[in-house]
């Protein structure tokens, strides 16, 4: 399997300061990968990197021809002069149907007459479901969501995370997303990268959480404890529970240096 | 029909109008206001120039016109200190121009021409660059309206959709030098951004969509022309002014109908 986005040895400078340095990286179809740094770590740059936005330093980045994208942007700041309609926005850039539009709502579990309201009207949890929706309808083979759960309440992160979750598995889009919420990582990450700079770690969540590295860099604040959110099949309510993962785990984490 | 003045001039207006709106939308959604000072204020050191080349002075405006938004733009893109480097391109631009025009030996300029427009005084050749100019804009606008969108709401989300927000810039720094060109004639080098702001921010008010507000813009400016010419007419004020003038009471008067709208939707 090939992978979507591949990067050798990838250094960005911005403005004189060295905010990636020689980081590998690659993402499968069909993967889940949650990149977790705290704030300056370089988590933005390195997506902004891997999308083509800007450009490294040196190193290498691969994308598979003609990848489709969505993006999910941390915020969208939307200047009080543009009028924009949620519809409006869903055909951006790309014209859609109505009919996809709706669907493209109701996937995201917004109500269809959202379609008329203003973008600058919605909350954080609505608009943040709105960019999902405008994101899927460009049929991504990846998305990429940036702190794409800041400002949503625990409830609120935990169902955004299983509509992640449930959308991996329809589409069978790779996922890759930032988050600096340290003490919760989406339970259902095939792999979870530390990133300072450079990347300090990384594994399955559970050898993530167990790694001295990620405890040398997260460790004062949560003891060490990675508390992941779990989709749970078998329940029928809309209930999350977080589970720290404090027990040691046979498997050793993948280092580097 | 095109023998009579003030036909001339109000179909001058409208073709003016026509790229205005959409390109004044811009304008106010990307902050450019003062992108449209600077780009209309270097226009008259363009006319300068062109009578001191002996070139047609709708050449010279273009010209100087499309260096001042090409510097602008390049700046705007290494990341200066936007407010304060256009208030010192776009006064520095007048000042100079005006300096210039006064440097020219035996030309007599009728300055305020330039700077207010002499839109009764427009010629089947000035309508023809006129509507030349202002169709390639909103054609230009048109075809490149979706990734102009994108780009304009977030550069990142145009990026990785593979869209390139820089060509977009490109467009319409190139569309904001023809309209100050064509529009030197009808409103003047200072009042060339009021005619891209006043009638786009009147349409703000009652548009849903970017769509609706580009085109609200161009019928607000296309009447505005109307009631300026009228106005113009009957009281003897100048044309140029009375235009702008006249966008300017449609503004208030779209922004009260608005504010007596929401007032009656919320309890």
Redesign the interface.
């Known amino acids: 399997m090939t992978a979507l986005i591949e990067a050798h040895g990838l250094t960005v400078r911005l403005g004189g300061h060295e905010v990636l340095s020689g980081v590998d990286f690659h993402i499968a179809p069909g993967e889940i990968v949650t990149v977790l740094g705290p704030n300056g770590s370089g988590k933005s740059t390195l997506l902004?990197a891997l999308?083509?936005?800007v450009a490294p330093s040196s190193g290498q980045i691969t994308r598979a021809p003609g990848l489709r994208?969505g993006?999910v942007?941390q915020k969208?700041?939307?200047?009080r002069?543009?009028?924009?309609?949620v519809r409006?926005?869903l055909?951006?850039?790309?014209?859609v149907s109505d009919a996809q539009a709706m669907a493209a709502l109701d996937r995201t579990g917004l109500p269809q007459a959202l379609a008329?309201r203003?973008l600058g009207a919605l909350s954080g949890g609505q608009l943040q479901r709105v960019l999902l929706a405008r994101a899927l309808l460009?049929n991504p083979q990846i998305l990429?969501l940036d702190e794409a759960t800041q400002g949503l309440d625990q409830p609120g992160e935990a169902a955004f995370y299983r509509l992640i979750e449930d959308i991996r598995a329809e589409t069978g889009a790779a996922v890759l997303m930032v988050s600096h919420d340290l003490h919760v990582v989406m339970a259902a990450s095939d792999r979870v990268v530390c990133l300072n700079g450079h990347v300090c770690c990384e594994g399955t969540p559970r050898v993530v959480s167990t790694a001295p590295e990620y405890r040398a860099l997260f460790g004062l604040g949560t003891q060490g404890a990675l508390a992941l959110y779990r989709h749970e099949h078998d329940h029928g309510h809309d209930h999350a529970h977080d589970h720290p993962h404090d027990h040691s785990h046979p498997h050793e984490p993948h280092h580097h240096a | 029909m095109l023998d009579d003045f003030l036909t001339r001039a109000a179909l001058a207006g409208t073709g003016v109008a026509v790229a205005a709106g959409p390109l004044g939308s811009f304008v106010?959604?990307?902050?450019m206001a003062y992108f449209g000072d600077a780009t209309s204020h270097a226009a008259i050191l363009g006319v300068a120039l062109a009578l001191a080349l002996g070139l047609p002075v709708i050449a010279g405006t273009t010209l100087v016109a499309l260096a001042m938004a090409g510097t602008v733009s390049a700046l705007a893109g290494r990341g200066w200190a936007m407010d304060t480097t256009l208030g010192v391109l776009a006064h520095s631009a007048l000042a100079f121009g005006l300096v210039a025009v006064s440097f020219l030996p035996g030309v007599r300029v009728d300055l305020s021409a330039f700077l207010f427009g002499d839109i009764l005084a427009v010629g089947r050749a000035d309508l023809a660059f006129i509507w030349l100019g202002a169709l390639a804009v909103a054609v230009l606008l048109a075809w490149r309206w979706?990734?102009l969108?994108?780009s304009?709401?977030?550069?990142?989300?145009?990026?990785?959709?593979g869209?390139h927000p820089g060509r977009e810039r490109l467009v319409l720094t190139l569309s904001l030098a023809i309209v100050v060109a064509v529009a030197l004639k009808v409103v003047g080098a200072l009042l060339i951004a009021a005619l891209l702001i006043v009638p786009a921010?009147a349409a703000?008010s009652l548009?849903?969509?970017?769509e609706?507000?580009a085109i609200g813009a161009t019928l607000i400016a296309i009447l505005a022309t109307f009631g300026g010419l009228g106005l113009s007419i009957t009281h003897d004020t100048p044309a140029g002014p009375s235009i702008i003038a006249a966008a300017a009471v449609l503004f208030a008067l779209l922004l009260a109908l608005s504010a007596v709208r929401r007032g009656q939707l919320s309890p």
């Open positions: 902004r999308m083509g936005i994208i993006y942007p969208l700041a939307i200047d002069n543009l009028p924009l309609t409006r926005f055909s951006l850039p790309r014209r008329g203003q460009g990429v | 106010v959604w990307r902050r979706q990734a969108l994108t304009t709401l977030n550069e990142d989300l145009a990026c990785s959709a869209l921010a703000r548009a849903r969509t970017p609706a507000m």
